[in-house]
Protein backbone atom coordinates (compact mmCIF):
# COMPACT_ATOMS: atom_id res chain seq x y z
CA UNK A 1 0.00 0.00 0.00
CA UNK A 2 2.93 2.20 1.19
CA UNK A 3 4.91 1.71 -2.75
CA UNK A 4 1.21 2.33 -4.58
CA UNK A 5 0.88 5.82 -2.52
CA UNK A 6 4.76 6.52 -2.90
CA UNK A 7 3.93 5.66 -6.75
CA UNK A 8 1.10 8.00 -6.96
CA UNK A 9 2.89 10.76 -5.30
CA UNK A 10 5.73 10.29 -7.60
CA UNK A 11 3.26 10.81 -10.91
CA UNK A 12 1.75 13.87 -9.03
CA UNK A 13 5.34 15.22 -8.18
CA UNK A 14 6.22 15.03 -12.19
CA UNK A 15 3.00 16.19 -13.12
CA UNK A 16 3.69 19.24 -11.14
CA UNK A 17 6.85 19.83 -12.54
CA UNK A 18 6.34 19.13 -16.21
CA UNK A 19 2.93 21.78 -16.32
CA UNK A 20 4.21 24.44 -13.34
CA UNK A 21 7.65 24.22 -12.72
CA UNK A 22 9.62 27.37 -14.80
CA UNK A 23 11.52 27.15 -17.93
CA UNK A 24 14.57 27.32 -15.96
CA UNK A 25 14.27 24.46 -13.47
CA UNK A 26 12.87 22.17 -16.76
CA UNK A 27 15.56 23.09 -18.67
CA UNK A 28 17.83 22.11 -16.05
CA UNK A 29 16.53 19.08 -15.54
CA UNK A 30 16.48 17.99 -19.00
CA UNK A 31 20.40 18.96 -19.57
CA UNK A 32 20.81 16.94 -16.31
CA UNK A 33 19.53 13.82 -17.68
CA UNK A 34 20.78 14.29 -20.80
CA UNK A 35 24.34 14.72 -19.34
CA UNK A 36 24.12 11.42 -17.47
CA UNK A 37 23.01 9.40 -20.72
CA UNK A 38 25.86 10.67 -22.14
CA UNK A 39 28.30 10.50 -19.51
CA UNK A 40 27.28 6.78 -19.32
CA UNK A 41 27.58 6.18 -22.91
CA UNK A 42 30.54 8.02 -23.64
CA UNK A 43 32.70 7.11 -20.55
CA UNK A 44 31.66 3.83 -19.75
CA UNK A 45 30.51 1.83 -23.30
CA UNK A 46 32.74 3.33 -26.00
CA UNK A 47 35.67 5.35 -23.87
CA UNK A 48 37.96 7.35 -25.78
CA UNK A 49 36.53 6.34 -29.47
CA UNK A 50 36.91 8.74 -31.87
CA UNK A 51 35.07 7.17 -35.55
CA UNK A 52 37.10 8.02 -38.10
CA UNK A 53 36.00 6.64 -41.69
CA UNK A 54 36.98 6.83 -45.44
CA UNK A 55 34.17 9.97 -45.32
CA UNK A 56 36.73 11.58 -41.96
CA UNK A 57 40.04 11.30 -44.37
CA UNK A 58 38.16 12.97 -46.86
CA UNK A 59 38.05 16.45 -44.97
CA UNK A 60 41.73 16.35 -44.33
CA UNK A 61 42.16 18.05 -47.49
CA UNK A 62 44.71 20.69 -47.65
CA UNK A 63 42.73 24.04 -48.91
CA UNK A 64 43.73 27.76 -48.73
CA UNK A 65 40.59 29.10 -50.86
CA UNK A 66 42.07 32.13 -50.28
CA UNK A 67 44.71 31.39 -51.93
CA UNK A 68 42.82 29.36 -54.89
CA UNK A 69 43.52 26.11 -53.41
CA UNK A 70 39.98 24.71 -53.16
CA UNK A 71 38.83 21.27 -53.13
CA UNK A 72 36.39 19.92 -55.86
CA UNK A 73 34.49 17.24 -53.69
CA UNK A 74 34.44 18.83 -50.36
CA UNK A 75 33.16 22.14 -49.04
CA UNK A 76 35.13 24.11 -47.02
CA UNK A 77 33.25 24.76 -43.39
CA UNK A 78 34.43 21.17 -41.66
CA UNK A 79 37.91 21.46 -43.17
CA UNK A 80 38.10 24.90 -42.13
CA UNK A 81 37.40 24.00 -38.80
CA UNK A 82 39.32 20.85 -38.53
CA UNK A 83 42.55 23.37 -39.07
CA UNK A 84 41.41 26.16 -36.45
CA UNK A 85 41.65 23.56 -33.90
CA UNK A 86 44.94 22.14 -35.65
CA UNK A 87 46.17 26.13 -35.36
CA UNK A 88 45.31 26.10 -31.48
CA UNK A 89 46.98 22.55 -30.26
CA UNK A 90 48.48 20.78 -33.48
CA UNK A 91 48.98 17.69 -31.15
CA UNK A 92 45.42 17.65 -29.51
CA UNK A 93 43.55 19.30 -32.15
CA UNK A 94 41.42 15.95 -32.70
CA UNK A 95 40.25 15.64 -29.22
CA UNK A 96 39.48 19.18 -29.08
CA UNK A 97 37.53 19.11 -32.45
CA UNK A 98 35.66 16.33 -30.81
CA UNK A 99 34.78 18.40 -27.58
CA UNK A 100 33.73 21.20 -29.70
CA UNK A 101 30.79 19.15 -31.38
CA UNK A 102 29.93 17.57 -27.93
CA UNK A 103 29.27 20.84 -26.94
CA UNK A 104 27.46 22.24 -29.68
CA UNK A 105 25.23 19.00 -29.63
CA UNK A 106 24.68 19.03 -26.31
CA UNK A 107 23.52 23.33 -25.97
CA UNK A 108 21.47 22.32 -29.22
CA UNK A 109 18.64 21.10 -26.47
CA UNK A 110 18.13 24.26 -25.57
CA UNK A 111 16.94 25.79 -28.81
CA UNK A 112 14.57 22.82 -29.57
CA UNK A 113 13.30 23.28 -26.03
CA UNK A 114 11.99 26.56 -26.69
CA UNK A 115 11.18 25.76 -29.90
CA UNK A 116 8.75 23.17 -29.06
CA UNK A 117 7.79 25.11 -26.58
CA UNK A 118 6.44 28.12 -28.02
CA UNK A 119 4.67 26.09 -30.69
CA UNK A 120 3.21 22.39 -29.08
CA UNK A 121 0.32 23.12 -27.07
CA UNK A 122 0.85 19.55 -24.75
CA UNK A 123 3.56 20.06 -22.49
CA UNK A 124 3.94 16.37 -21.69
CA UNK A 125 4.50 16.05 -25.29
CA UNK A 126 6.72 18.98 -25.68
CA UNK A 127 9.02 18.25 -22.87
CA UNK A 128 9.19 14.22 -24.36
CA UNK A 129 10.08 15.50 -27.21
CA UNK A 130 12.96 17.29 -25.72
CA UNK A 131 14.24 14.58 -23.45
CA UNK A 132 13.75 12.37 -26.72
CA UNK A 133 16.00 15.10 -28.85
CA UNK A 134 18.60 14.94 -26.03
CA UNK A 135 18.97 11.45 -25.88
CA UNK A 136 18.72 9.81 -28.93
CA UNK A 137 21.65 7.84 -29.65
CA UNK A 138 21.82 8.86 -33.30
CA UNK A 139 22.34 12.07 -32.56
CA UNK A 140 24.45 12.90 -29.62
CA UNK A 141 26.85 9.56 -31.24
CA UNK A 142 27.29 12.26 -34.37
CA UNK A 143 30.13 13.74 -31.47
CA UNK A 144 32.54 11.58 -31.97
CA UNK A 145 32.55 11.65 -35.98
CA UNK A 146 34.82 13.18 -37.57
CA UNK A 147 32.10 14.44 -40.10
CA UNK A 148 29.83 17.49 -40.29
CA UNK A 149 27.12 15.65 -39.59
CA UNK A 150 26.38 16.59 -36.13
CA UNK A 151 26.80 20.14 -36.94
CA UNK A 152 24.42 20.10 -39.60
CA UNK A 153 22.10 18.62 -36.53
CA UNK A 154 22.61 21.80 -34.91
CA UNK A 155 22.34 24.22 -38.05
CA UNK A 156 19.12 22.70 -38.23
CA UNK A 157 18.04 22.41 -35.04
CA UNK A 158 19.48 26.38 -35.25
CA UNK A 159 17.29 26.93 -37.81
CA UNK A 160 14.00 25.65 -37.22
CA UNK A 161 14.25 27.69 -34.15
CA UNK A 162 14.44 31.26 -35.88
CA UNK A 163 11.62 30.10 -37.92
CA UNK A 164 9.34 29.77 -34.88
CA UNK A 165 10.68 32.72 -33.56
CA UNK A 166 10.12 34.93 -36.93
CA UNK A 167 6.42 33.66 -36.95
CA UNK A 168 5.95 34.31 -33.56
CA UNK A 169 7.35 38.01 -33.72
CA UNK A 170 8.43 38.88 -36.93
CA UNK A 171 11.72 40.76 -36.80
CA UNK A 172 13.83 42.13 -39.05
CA UNK A 173 17.04 40.18 -37.61
CA UNK A 174 15.71 36.65 -37.61
CA UNK A 175 14.45 37.32 -41.05
CA UNK A 176 17.96 38.38 -42.42
CA UNK A 177 19.61 35.37 -40.31
CA UNK A 178 17.07 32.85 -41.91
CA UNK A 179 17.77 34.32 -45.57
CA UNK A 180 21.42 33.85 -44.72
CA UNK A 181 22.02 30.81 -42.55
CA UNK A 182 21.70 28.45 -45.50
CA UNK A 183 25.08 29.47 -47.17
CA UNK A 184 26.90 28.62 -44.30
CA UNK A 185 24.87 25.38 -43.98
CA UNK A 186 25.20 24.79 -47.96
CA UNK A 187 29.18 25.29 -47.36
CA UNK A 188 28.69 22.88 -44.60
CA UNK A 189 27.39 20.20 -46.83
CA UNK A 190 26.17 20.47 -50.14
CA UNK A 191 22.62 19.43 -49.59
CA UNK A 192 21.50 22.36 -48.00
CA UNK A 193 21.37 24.10 -51.32
CA UNK A 194 17.65 23.06 -50.99
CA UNK A 195 17.26 25.83 -48.21
CA UNK A 196 17.76 28.10 -51.13
CA UNK A 197 14.68 27.15 -53.02
CA UNK A 198 12.28 26.30 -49.52
CA UNK A 199 13.36 29.81 -47.78
CA UNK A 200 12.50 31.76 -50.73
CA UNK A 201 8.84 29.81 -51.05
CA UNK A 202 8.78 30.78 -47.65
CA UNK A 203 9.56 34.64 -47.85
CA UNK A 204 7.22 34.55 -51.02
CA UNK A 205 4.50 33.04 -49.09
CA UNK A 206 4.61 35.47 -46.05
CA UNK A 207 4.77 39.00 -48.39
CA UNK A 208 1.46 37.41 -50.08
CA UNK A 209 -0.39 36.85 -47.01
CA UNK A 210 0.98 39.59 -44.48
CA UNK A 211 1.71 42.77 -46.60
CA UNK A 212 2.27 44.25 -42.76
CA UNK A 213 5.63 42.27 -42.78
CA UNK A 214 6.77 43.63 -45.79
CA UNK A 215 9.79 45.51 -43.99
CA UNK A 216 11.29 42.78 -41.64
CA UNK A 217 10.83 40.26 -44.99
CA UNK A 218 12.86 42.13 -47.30
CA UNK A 219 15.87 41.51 -44.68
CA UNK A 220 15.15 38.09 -45.83
CA UNK A 221 15.16 38.51 -49.09
CA UNK A 222 18.37 40.14 -48.78
CA UNK A 223 20.10 37.58 -46.97
CA UNK A 224 18.88 35.32 -49.25
CA UNK A 225 20.50 37.53 -51.74
CA UNK A 226 23.60 37.26 -50.03
CA UNK A 227 23.47 33.53 -49.60
CA UNK A 228 22.52 33.09 -53.32
CA UNK A 229 25.53 35.54 -54.37
CA UNK A 230 27.55 33.41 -52.25
CA UNK A 231 26.95 30.45 -53.33
CA UNK A 232 27.14 31.33 -56.94
CA UNK A 233 30.83 32.66 -55.43
CA UNK A 234 31.85 29.67 -54.50
CA UNK A 235 30.89 27.32 -57.74
CA UNK A 236 32.38 30.66 -59.79
CA UNK A 237 35.74 29.58 -57.76
CA UNK A 238 35.60 26.16 -58.60
CA UNK A 239 35.25 26.72 -61.94
CA UNK A 240 38.34 29.19 -62.20
CA UNK A 241 40.82 27.04 -60.15
CA UNK A 242 39.25 23.05 -60.58
CA UNK A 243 37.47 23.90 -64.16
CA UNK A 244 34.06 23.07 -62.98
CA UNK A 245 31.35 25.16 -61.75
CA UNK A 246 29.69 23.19 -59.07
CA UNK A 247 29.43 23.50 -55.06
CA UNK A 248 30.83 19.83 -54.92
CA UNK A 249 31.49 16.97 -57.18
CA UNK A 250 30.98 14.28 -54.51
CA UNK A 251 27.69 13.56 -55.96
CA UNK A 252 29.78 12.03 -59.21
CA UNK A 253 30.71 9.09 -57.22
CA UNK A 254 27.36 8.07 -55.55
CA UNK A 255 26.24 8.56 -59.73
CA UNK A 256 28.87 6.12 -60.56
CA UNK A 257 27.53 3.96 -58.06
CA UNK A 258 23.74 4.00 -59.04
CA UNK A 259 24.84 3.20 -62.62
CA UNK A 260 27.54 0.20 -61.86
CA UNK A 261 24.64 -1.48 -59.55
CA UNK A 262 21.87 -0.79 -61.63
CA UNK A 263 23.38 -2.21 -64.83
CA UNK A 264 22.90 0.93 -66.78
CA UNK A 265 26.60 1.15 -67.84
CA UNK A 266 26.19 -1.84 -70.58
CA UNK A 267 23.67 0.16 -72.48
CA UNK A 268 26.69 2.65 -73.52
CA UNK A 269 29.22 3.16 -76.27
CA UNK A 270 32.06 3.25 -74.11
CA UNK A 271 33.96 -0.47 -74.45
CA UNK A 272 36.84 0.10 -72.18
CA UNK A 273 34.72 1.49 -68.81
CA UNK A 274 32.27 -1.07 -69.36
CA UNK A 275 35.30 -3.81 -69.22
CA UNK A 276 36.96 -1.89 -66.32
CA UNK A 277 33.64 -2.29 -64.31
CA UNK A 278 32.90 -5.98 -65.65
CA UNK A 279 36.33 -6.85 -63.79
CA UNK A 280 36.50 -4.45 -60.79
CA UNK A 281 32.63 -5.16 -60.27
CA UNK A 282 33.37 -8.33 -58.90
CA UNK A 283 35.26 -7.25 -55.97
CA UNK A 284 33.07 -4.23 -55.00
CA UNK A 285 31.38 -1.55 -56.95
CA UNK A 286 33.10 1.09 -55.10
CA UNK A 287 36.29 -0.54 -56.76
CA UNK A 288 34.91 0.18 -60.23
CA UNK A 289 33.70 3.85 -59.32
CA UNK A 290 37.03 5.13 -57.36
CA UNK A 291 38.75 3.42 -60.68
CA UNK A 292 36.92 5.68 -63.46
CA UNK A 293 37.08 8.66 -61.03
CA UNK A 294 41.02 8.07 -59.99
CA UNK A 295 40.53 11.90 -59.34
CA UNK A 296 39.41 11.09 -56.09
CA UNK A 297 41.46 8.31 -55.05
CA UNK A 298 44.54 10.97 -55.46
CA UNK A 299 43.37 13.34 -53.59
CA UNK A 300 42.35 10.82 -50.88
CA UNK A 301 45.70 9.22 -50.51
CA UNK A 302 47.19 12.74 -50.08
CA UNK A 303 44.28 13.57 -47.40
CA UNK A 304 45.38 10.38 -45.70
CA UNK A 305 48.62 11.61 -45.01
CA UNK A 306 47.40 14.33 -43.10
CA UNK A 307 45.45 12.22 -41.08
CA UNK A 308 46.58 11.97 -37.45
CA UNK A 309 48.20 8.39 -37.70
CA UNK A 310 47.00 8.05 -33.83
CA UNK A 311 43.52 7.91 -34.71
CA UNK A 312 41.74 4.14 -34.99
CA UNK A 313 40.65 3.84 -38.33
CA UNK A 314 37.71 1.94 -39.43
CA UNK A 315 38.24 -0.74 -42.20
CA UNK A 316 36.74 1.59 -45.17
CA UNK A 317 39.57 3.25 -44.72
CA UNK A 318 41.92 0.64 -46.10
CA UNK A 319 39.56 -0.55 -48.03
CA UNK A 320 40.14 3.03 -50.09
CA UNK A 321 43.68 3.03 -49.96
CA UNK A 322 43.88 -0.22 -52.20
CA UNK A 323 41.94 0.90 -54.80
CA UNK A 324 44.44 0.48 -58.03
CA UNK A 325 46.22 3.49 -58.77
CA UNK A 326 45.23 4.09 -62.72
CA UNK A 327 44.88 6.83 -64.99
CA UNK A 328 42.71 10.13 -64.48
CA UNK A 329 40.05 9.63 -67.21
CA UNK A 330 39.52 12.94 -68.87
CA UNK A 331 36.61 14.98 -67.37
CA UNK A 332 34.50 14.99 -70.65
CA UNK A 333 35.13 11.02 -71.28
CA UNK A 334 33.17 10.61 -67.63
CA UNK A 335 30.64 12.88 -68.40
CA UNK A 336 29.86 11.23 -71.45
CA UNK A 337 30.07 8.16 -69.52
CA UNK A 338 27.42 9.20 -67.24
CA UNK A 339 24.76 11.18 -69.81
CA UNK A 340 24.60 7.96 -71.73
CA UNK A 341 24.27 5.84 -68.97
CA UNK A 342 21.77 7.91 -66.80
CA UNK A 343 19.31 8.76 -69.95
CA UNK A 344 18.65 5.27 -70.20
CA UNK A 345 15.74 3.07 -69.40
CA UNK A 346 17.46 0.71 -67.20
CA UNK A 347 18.58 4.05 -65.37
CA UNK A 348 15.19 5.42 -64.91
CA UNK A 349 13.67 2.41 -63.94
CA UNK A 350 16.08 1.49 -61.37
CA UNK A 351 16.08 4.98 -59.61
CA UNK A 352 12.34 4.88 -59.25
CA UNK A 353 12.73 2.06 -57.81
CA UNK A 354 15.21 3.36 -55.61
CA UNK A 355 12.71 6.29 -54.67
CA UNK A 356 9.74 3.81 -53.60
CA UNK A 357 12.26 1.91 -51.38
CA UNK A 358 13.27 5.16 -49.86
CA UNK A 359 9.85 6.02 -49.17
CA UNK A 360 8.49 2.28 -48.10
CA UNK A 361 11.74 2.44 -45.61
CA UNK A 362 10.35 5.49 -43.69
CA UNK A 363 7.07 4.40 -44.50
CA UNK A 364 5.33 6.29 -40.65
CA UNK A 365 7.37 9.53 -41.92
CA UNK A 366 5.89 9.37 -44.89
CA UNK A 367 2.29 8.72 -43.70
CA UNK A 368 2.25 11.16 -41.18
CA UNK A 369 3.72 13.80 -43.99
CA UNK A 370 1.00 13.01 -46.10
CA UNK A 371 -1.83 13.20 -43.35
CA UNK A 372 -0.49 16.35 -42.15
CA UNK A 373 -0.48 17.94 -46.00
CA UNK A 374 -4.40 16.78 -46.04
CA UNK A 375 -4.62 18.67 -42.50
CA UNK A 376 -2.97 21.64 -43.61
CA UNK A 377 -4.83 21.87 -46.73
CA UNK A 378 -8.19 21.58 -44.82
CA UNK A 379 -7.57 23.76 -42.27
CA UNK A 380 -5.84 26.84 -44.83
CA UNK A 381 -9.09 26.49 -47.09
CA UNK A 382 -11.44 26.55 -44.12
CA UNK A 383 -9.93 28.50 -41.54
CA UNK A 384 -7.67 30.41 -43.40
CA UNK A 385 -4.49 29.07 -41.09
CA UNK A 386 -1.46 27.60 -41.80
CA UNK A 387 1.48 26.43 -40.01
CA UNK A 388 4.37 27.83 -41.28
CA UNK A 389 7.51 26.33 -39.64
CA UNK A 390 5.24 22.69 -40.25
CA UNK A 391 5.37 23.73 -43.85
CA UNK A 392 9.00 25.06 -44.40
CA UNK A 393 9.90 21.13 -42.33
CA UNK A 394 7.61 19.38 -44.47
CA UNK A 395 9.02 21.25 -47.86
CA UNK A 396 12.72 20.37 -46.92
CA UNK A 397 12.31 16.70 -46.09
CA UNK A 398 10.07 15.98 -49.12
CA UNK A 399 12.96 17.60 -51.38
CA UNK A 400 15.50 15.57 -49.16
CA UNK A 401 13.30 12.51 -50.23
CA UNK A 402 14.49 12.89 -53.84
CA UNK A 403 17.87 14.24 -53.05
CA UNK A 404 18.52 11.05 -51.15
CA UNK A 405 17.22 8.59 -53.00
CA UNK A 406 18.50 9.39 -56.26
CA UNK A 407 21.59 10.68 -55.22
CA UNK A 408 22.27 8.34 -51.95
CA UNK A 409 23.65 4.91 -51.78
CA UNK A 410 21.62 2.95 -49.46
CA UNK A 411 23.02 4.59 -46.29
CA UNK A 412 19.59 6.65 -46.04
CA UNK A 413 19.49 7.22 -42.67
CA UNK A 414 22.79 9.13 -42.48
CA UNK A 415 22.18 11.42 -45.09
CA UNK A 416 18.72 12.06 -43.40
CA UNK A 417 20.64 13.06 -40.37
CA UNK A 418 20.58 17.05 -41.41
CA UNK A 419 16.85 16.27 -41.51
CA UNK A 420 16.24 15.26 -38.16
CA UNK A 421 15.20 18.18 -36.43
CA UNK A 422 12.43 18.60 -38.91
CA UNK A 423 11.17 15.17 -38.90
CA UNK A 424 11.28 15.68 -34.85
CA UNK A 425 9.13 18.68 -34.95
CA UNK A 426 6.60 16.64 -37.78
CA UNK A 427 6.12 13.89 -35.63
CA UNK A 428 5.79 16.39 -32.32
CA UNK A 429 3.16 18.07 -34.45
CA UNK A 430 1.41 15.12 -35.56
CA UNK A 431 0.76 13.86 -31.87
CA UNK A 432 0.32 17.54 -30.57
CA UNK A 433 -2.72 17.61 -32.74
CA UNK A 434 -3.87 13.61 -32.35
CA UNK A 435 -3.59 14.68 -28.36
CA UNK A 436 -6.05 17.55 -29.38
CA UNK A 437 -8.45 15.88 -31.48
CA UNK A 438 -9.56 13.24 -28.56
CA UNK A 439 -11.06 15.82 -27.16
CA UNK A 440 -14.23 16.61 -29.39
CA UNK A 441 -15.11 19.70 -26.91
CA UNK A 442 -11.65 21.18 -27.78
CA UNK A 443 -11.46 20.87 -32.02
CA UNK A 444 -10.62 24.59 -31.82
CA UNK A 445 -6.89 23.63 -29.84
CA UNK A 446 -6.44 21.15 -32.58
CA UNK A 447 -6.93 23.82 -35.85
CA UNK A 448 -5.02 25.89 -33.57
CA UNK A 449 -2.27 23.47 -33.24
CA UNK A 450 -2.00 23.67 -37.37
CA UNK A 451 -1.50 27.22 -36.99
CA UNK A 452 0.64 29.97 -35.64
CA UNK A 453 0.16 33.34 -33.62
CA UNK A 454 0.15 36.29 -35.99
Given at each position: ?????????????????????????????????????????????????????????????????????????????????????????????????????????????????????????????FFGATLFYGCYYSIFYQAININPEGLCIVGSTLLLFLLTQYTKNPRKDTAFAIGF?????????????????????????????????????????????????GTIAYCGMNKKFNGEFTISKVTLNNTLANIVISGAYKS???????????????????????????????????????????????????????IPDTVNFPKDRIDKFVNESVHTRTYILYMLKQFGKFVVSFYLLSLIILAELIVLIRVFFKHRKLAWSLCFSILFVISQYFTISFCGINDWFRLLLPSIPFVLYIFTQFFDFGIAMTDKNKFALAIATFSEKQ
Amino acid sequence: MRRNKWFYRALAGIQEFVLHASDLKRLAVLLFICLIVRIIFFFLLVPGYINCNSDSVSYFVPIDIFHGVIDLYRTPVYIYLIKFFEYLSKDHFVNHLILFQHAVLFLSIIPVYYTLKNTVKNKYLFFGATLFYGCYYSIFYQAININPEGLCIVGSTLLLFLLTQYTKNPRKDTAFAIGFLPLILILLKPVYILLLGVSVVFFAARILFFGKERRALSCGILGWALAITGTIAYCGMNKKFNGEFTISKVTLNNTLANIVISGAYKSTADAEFKSIIEETNKESFYTAVYTLNNEWMDQYKESYKLTPSYLHKTRDVYYCLNIPDTVNFPKDRIDKFVNESVHTRTYILYMLKQFGKFVVSFYLLSLIILAELIVLIRVFFKHRKLAWSLCFSILFVISQYFTISFCGINDWFRLLLPSIPFVLYIFTQFFDFGIAMTDKNKFALAIATFSEKQ
